[in-house]
């Protein structure tokens, strides 16, 4: 059973950075790769990112390609996801999840394990 545990979240004025974590805990990190979502009021969780269980191959959704980058420290137990250049239509809760069994995959419900989020809004 892999804990996760993201932080980062907060108010930003549009253009502004933040920079997102998620400690996992309870199971060997490198076995899984790693993924982003948001989720909007009233929407639907979307992809934002994922990584590989290395770190050697990242994706993005064409919403946040050039300005949001995903990162992982193996020796940490940790994945990053550095956002830049923020708008207001980045505004939702940011969730971190853990996928072992399908490393290309962009749905949610192939991931197995799911961190509590972290609201991140940005104003214009």
């Known amino acids: 059973q892999v804990q996760l545990v993201e932080s980062g979240g907060g108010l930003v004025q549009a253009g502004g950075s933040l920079r997102l974590s998620c400690a996992a805990s309870?199971?060997?990190?490198?076995?899984?790769?790693m993924g982003w979502f948001r989720q909007a009021p009233g929407q639907e969780r979307e992809f934002a990112a994922r990584i590989s269980r290395s770190g050697g191959s990242t994706y993005y959704a064409d919403s946040v390609k050039g300005r949001f980058t995903i990162s992982r420290d193996n020796a940490k137990n940790t994945v990053y996801l550095q956002m830049n250049s923020l708008k207001p239509e980045d505004t939702a809760v940011y969730y971190c999840?853990?996928?072992?069994?399908?490393?290309?995959?962009?749905?949610?419900?192939?991931?197995?394990?799911w961190g509590q989020g972290t609201q991140v809004t940005v104003s214009s």
């Open positions: 309870g199971g060997t990190f490198s076995r899984y790769a």
């Open positions: 999840a853990a996928d072992k069994n399908f490393p290309l995959t962009t749905d949610p419900s192939d991931f197995d394990y």
